[in-house]
């Protein structure tokens, strides 16, 4: 089936870089019109910049934790255009710390993120997307981006591990009610991703980064291209019968989790 998104509405949370980035600019390349989300306006406007030079954009300053305006802005994009077709819940956030330094502001923080502005999203999504005139084989498509620390906790990343495993059996949870309605809930799972963020840490902690790289099978990190592409056929039609499931796209990382040792 097609990957076509000619004439569909898409809204990327954290679009302005990394994964997020990368997934709008190939939804916009496909025929997608994309609302990209983020807080800071100035790497939105940049981002919106670079995929205008492939497709239609908007860009819309957000922070995902505000539940009141996450909702009404799927609302009314959903309302200017005329319906919502795909929503990625991509916007995350990640505190470094062991548990006994770990502050309960960090961990709220984690969650609020990660798991709540999950939810709030998921929310008005399906119910605008449950109202709406149903395209071929599905009403709409939601693809959370979830993390192997959700289903294989690291160290030291107690409030990101935890949150996203919040995220990756909620996804489930959605995707049992959205399946009668036409709507697709799935989660994406990346290893480690070569983005601004992973530099960042690679650059505190050059030993711990060349570690975990060394621990995946493929022997290096991922794209944020390589990430696109799955969740861009998460949303799309070839992928009208999956619902539900959790697709690690890391090297082989999520394989260490059956193998002895």
Known sequence: MSQDM???????????????????????????????????????EAARAEIAKVGKVEAVKLDVSDEAAFT?????????HGRLDMLVNNA??????????????????DFAVNADAVFVG????????????????????????????????APNMASYSASKAAMVHFTAAAAMEGAPLGIRVNAIVPG??????????????????????G????????????LAEAIVFML????SYVTGTALPVDGGKAAQLYMPG
């Not at 569909?8 to 954290?14: L, S, Y």
């Not at 995350?92 to 709220?108: E, F, T």
């Not at 009403?139 to 906790?153: D, E, L, M, P, Q």
């Open 72 to 80: 009404a802005l799927v609302e009314d994009v959903a309302a200017r």
């Open 122 to 153: 998921t929310k008005a999504a399906m119910k605008v997307m449950a109202a709406q005139e149903q395209r071929g084989r599905q009403r709409g498509a939601i693809v959370n981006i979830a993390s192997t620390c959700g289903i294989r906790a």
């Open 6 to 44: 000619t004439g569909k509405v898409a809204i990327v949370t954290g679009g302005s870089d990394g994964i997020g980035l990368a997934t709008a600019r190939l939804l916009a390349a496909r025929g997608a019109t994309v609302v990209i989300c983020a807080r800071r306006e100035d790497k939105l």
């Open 236 to 239: 799309s039609e070839a992928a």
């Open 215 to 226: 621990a995946i099978p493929m022997q290096r990190g991922g794209e944020p291209e390589e």
């Open 92 to 109: 995350m956030s990640v505190h470094y710390a062991p548990i006994a330094k770990l502050r309960l502001d960090h961990w709220r923080k």
């Open 192 to 213: 480690q991703v070569m983005t601004a963020a992973t530099q960042e840490f690679a650059d505190r902690a050059p030993e711990v980064a060349a570690r975990t790289t």
